[in-house]
């Protein structure tokens, strides 16, 4: 199988290194900056490229991995391109693509990061299509690098999309938070890292809402009003503190 990949960010750097491991052949890196396509392609043996006009039309299958709002623009620069295009984005729904004869999504559910290297057969892969026969292309490439593979339509995902906002985004916002406020007394983050890692761990055999901790689910007066009191200084802060306390007290 052959693939292209328009994109050189964090998301299309960990799909070309796990084709590229699942010896699937990537032919084409695009990037608007061709700098940035070619750190890319000469990791994984491929061909940079800042035109779409460019891409390989042999490619099997091209997935486009860009900012969400760009993703019909792209799609419209590749008509005249036959083969099957993808594009990787949760939020997006798969119409976006209907200027497309063969279209479908791609869609890896994780956070990534450039510098940090993860197991992608762990990756749970989303995926959409047109028709059944460009949901089995889709399959068939999934199924190379990773083995955790739904077939989820667009509003699922727009949902699946949202939940991982508030499962991932949220509490690494939260996280830092509580990083400047250690900082700001002299201790280091790694003193609660093993109280995160537990927190995680607790879900995978109970739900959230069953492992709730904390002095808000005891309605402990005593240490919110003491919390609160902490947080004078930071408005911003308080108010989320208030905000998600009052949501715990309500279960």
């Known amino acids: ?11 299309a750097t960990h799909i070309a290194k796990a084709l590229k491991n699942a010896n699937v052949q990537v032919l084409n890196i695009w990037s608007y900056h061709i700098e940035n396509a070619k750190v890319l392609a000469d990791k994984i043996d491929a061909n940079a490229i800042n035109k779409i006009s460019q891409i390989n039309t042999n490619s ?8 969400d709002d760009v993703i019909p623009e792209i799609s419209s620069q590749l008509s005249g391109y036959k083969g099957l ?15 497309q004869e063969n279209y479908g999504v791609f869609y890896p559910l994780q956070t990534f990061s450039k510098q940090k290297e993860l197991d992608f057969s762990n990756v749970p892969i989303c995926l959409e299509a047109n028709n059944t026969a460009n949901l089995n292309l ?4 999934a199924d190379l690098i990773s083995e955790k593979i739904y077939e989820v339509d667009s509003e699922q995902r727009k949902t699946l999309h949202l939940a991982a906002v508030f499962a991932c985004n949220f509490p690494n916002y939260l996280y830092g938070i509580a990083q ?20 995680a761990n607790k879900i995978q055999t109970a739900l959230p809402k069953e492992v709730q901790t904390g002095p808000a689910i005891r309605n402990d007066e005593l240490t ?28």
């Open 180 to 199: 400047q406020l250690l900082a700001q007394n002299q201790l280091d983050f790694d003193i609660i890292k093993p109280l995160i890692n537990e927190t």
């Open 85 to 99: 295009v993808a594009h990787t984005s949760g939020s997006v729904a798969l119409g976006a693509l209907a200027n």
């Open 1 to 11: 199988m052959r693939v292209s990949i328009i994109g050189s960010g964090n998301v």
């Open 224 to 251: 919110l009003k003491k919390h609160e009191g902490m947080l004078q200084q930071h408005p911003e802060w308080l108010t989320i503190y208030k905000l998600l306390s009052e949501q715990i007290k309500k279960g």
């Open 138 to 141: 889709l399959r068939k490439l």
């Open 60 to 67: 099997d299958i091209v997935l486009i991995s860009v900012k």
